[in-house]
């Protein structure tokens, strides 16, 4: 089940700040965060497995929320170089689904302006 | 860190022909190999897991015997798109998992005239 990402786009100014949501029905094994220049694979963010979990560096952090099917993405200060289209891709809990296998989002596209 | 080497980054090819693209792991095994395709302003939707030595399984809707996955090793997974039409133009990438977790190959633009 493919799960929610909001909003569908997002246009900042350099250093401002940005989130970017995950939202599943069911919870969730795992979140994955990648984001995508035009014409390029993914490229990899984090990952976050714990319910309550919180992690990455000063100006691009996640949280996962403790029943596991919510999830953030949190852009500060940003620059230039964070436009692009920003995935979560989401494991799903009980049901047999094997690891690794990934369920994308619609994708948030990020412009940021000088 | 794990690097998935994917070949070609780009094809053109005719109606009708059949293309394969390569995924090979180059500093680790990959026990499983994920491809996915992802049309124009669109997520990446997989398409098919193959795990080394094993059948692929693919995803509802997509035709394994259009789509050959091959994975003799575990460093190297092949997608053929056989008998190619327009409507399969498509970036195509996979992923692979290993010791290292998951990672993208650069992708392949297809382009079917």
């Known amino acids: 089940q493919q799960p929610v990402q909001s909003p569908q786009a997002v246009i900042l100014r350099e250093g401002e700040d940005a989130v970017i949501n995950c939202s599943s029905s069911k919870a969730l094994y795992s979140v994955h965060w990648y984001r995508q220049k035009h014409g390029e694979a993914p490229v990899f963010l984090m990952i976050l497995l714990k319910g309550g979990e919180q992690k990455g560096h000063e100006k691009i952090s996640a949280s996962f929320n403790e029943k596991k099917q919510q999830s953030s993405l949190y852009l500060t200060a940003s620059q230039l170089s964070y436009s692009g289209t920003y995935f979560c891709?989401?494991?799903?809990?009980?049901?047999?689904?094997?690891?690794?296998?990934?369920?994308f989002g619609q994708g948030t596209i990020l412009t940021v302006h000088p | 860190g794990a690097v998935v080497s994917q070949h070609p980054s780009w094809v053109i090819c005719k109606s009708g022909t059949s293309v394969k693209i390569e995924c090979r792991s180059l500093d680790f095994q990959a026990t499983t190999m994920f491809w996915y395709r992802q049309f124009p302003k669109q997520s990446l939707m997989l398409m098919a897991t193959?795990?080394?030595?094993?059948?692929?399984?693919?995803e509802q809707g997509v035709e394994k015997d259009k789509f050959l996955i091959n994975h003799a090793s575990l460093t190297l997974s092949t997608l053929t798109v056989t008998s190619a039409h327009p409507e399969d133009s498509s970036f195509y990438i996979c992923?692979?998992?290993?010791?290292?977790?998951?990672?993208f190959g650069s992708g392949t633009r297809l382009t079917v005239v």
């Open positions: 891709g989401t494991e799903g809990g009980a049901g047999g689904t094997s690891y690794g296998k990934l369920t």
């Open positions: 992923s692979a998992t290993g010791n290292y977790g998951y990672t």
């Open positions: 193959s795990n080394e030595g094993s059948k692929a399984t693919y």
